[in-house]
C-alpha cells in the first residue's frame, strides 16, 4: 500500500497570504495525485487531480505541483472560506487501491 | 449536474450488514466513462476507500475490507449500493458515495453518519 504523508498537520496563515501544503508518497505514484478539500460537516471537494490540473470550476488561486513521491497545493491569496482541511489522494496503483493523505488543516492566523 | 445522495439506515447492529444506496441524479450511470466509488471516514479521521464500481457490474475493493464487501449496481434505478457485513464498532463512519474517473473523485454526496451500536 502507497502511503501519504502530509505536511505540516496544521498550518496557520493569514487571510490574503500564500499557503502551501505539502504531501509525500511512499514511492513513486507518477502524477497520479489528486488534492480535496473539505470544510467542517461537508463532504470532501474536488479541487486538483493529475497533479496539477484544476477541477471544473475551482479559483485559479489554487495550483498543484509535483511528480513521483513530492507534491504541493499552493492556494496564492487566502480567502476565507478557503480555511478548512486538506487532503491529498494517490491513484497510482493497479489493482486499484486508492490511499489518502492524513489531512492538513488550513486555520486562520 | 450530477449529483450523488446515500441513504440508509443510520445505526447497525454489531454482526449484521450495513448496507447503503447512492443514487445519482443528473446524468446516468450506464453511460459509462466513470466508476463509482465508496468512501468512508471515521469520526475526526481522514479518508478511507472502499471500493468502486462501473456500470457492467465489474468491481474492485480495498483489500483491507474485500472479505466483508459487496458493491452492486441498479442501472434501471440509477443507484449503486454498498453492503458490509459483520459490523464492529470500528465500521462507525460516515459513508460518501463519488463519482470516479480514472482515479479522482468528485463530485461526492454529502454522506451519511453509519453508527455500529447495540
Known amino acids: 500500500e502507497i502511503v501519504m504523508t502530509q505536511s505540516p498537520a496544521t498550518l496557520s496563515v493569514s487571510p490574503g497570504e500564500r499557503a502551501t501544503l505539502s504531501c509525500r508518497a511512499s514511492?513513486?505514484?507518477?502524477?497520479?495525485l489528486a488534492w480535496y478539500q473539505q470544510k467542517p460537516g461537508q463532504a470532501p471537494r474536488l479541487l486538483i487531480y493529475?497533479?496539477?490540473t484544476r477541477a471544473t470550476g475551482i479559483p485559479a488561486r489554487f495550483s498543484g505541483s509535483g511528480s513521483g513521491t513530492e507534491f504541493t497545493l499552493t492556494i496564492s491569496s487566502l480567502q476565507s472560506e478557503d480555511f478548512a482541511v486538506y487532503y491529498c489522494?494517490?491513484?497510482?496503483?493497479?489493482?486499484?487501491?486508492?490511499?489518502f493523505g492524513q489531512g492538513t488543516k488550513l486555520e486562520i492566523k | 449536474q450530477v449529483q450523488l445522495q446515500e441513504s440508509g439506515p443510520g445505526l447497525v447492529k454489531p454482526s449484521q450488514t450495513l448496507s447503503l444506496t447512492c443514487t445519482v441524479s443528473?446524468?446516468?450511470?450506464?453511460?459509462?466513462?466513470?466508476?463509482w466509488s465508496w468512501i468512508r471516514q471515521h469520526p475526526g479521521k481522514g479518508l478511507e476507500w472502499i471500493g468502486y464500481?462501473?456500470?457492467?457490474?465489474?468491481?474492485y475493493y480495498n483489500p483491507s475490507l474485500k472479505s466483508r464487501v459487496t458493491i452492486s449496481v441498479d442501472t434501471s434505478k440509477n443507484q449503486f449500493s454498498l453492503k458490509l457485513s459483520s459490523v464492529t464498532a470500528a465500521d462507525t463512519a460516515v459513508y460518501y458515495c463519488?463519482?470516479?474517473?480514472?482515479?479522482?473523485?468528485?463530485?461526492w454526496g454529502q454522506g451519511t453518519l453509519v453508527t455500529v451500536s447495540s
Open positions: 463519488a463519482r470516479d474517473l480514472r482515479g479522482w473523485l468528485g463530485p
Open positions: 443528473g446524468g446516468s450511470i450506464s453511460s459509462g466513462g466513470y466508476y
Open positions: 464500481i462501473y456500470y457492467s457490474g465489474s468491481t
Open positions: 514511492q513513486s505514484v507518477s502524477s497520479n
Open positions: 493529475g497533479a496539477s
Open positions: 489522494q494517490q491513484y497510482n496503483n493497479w489493482p486499484p487501491l486508492y490511499t
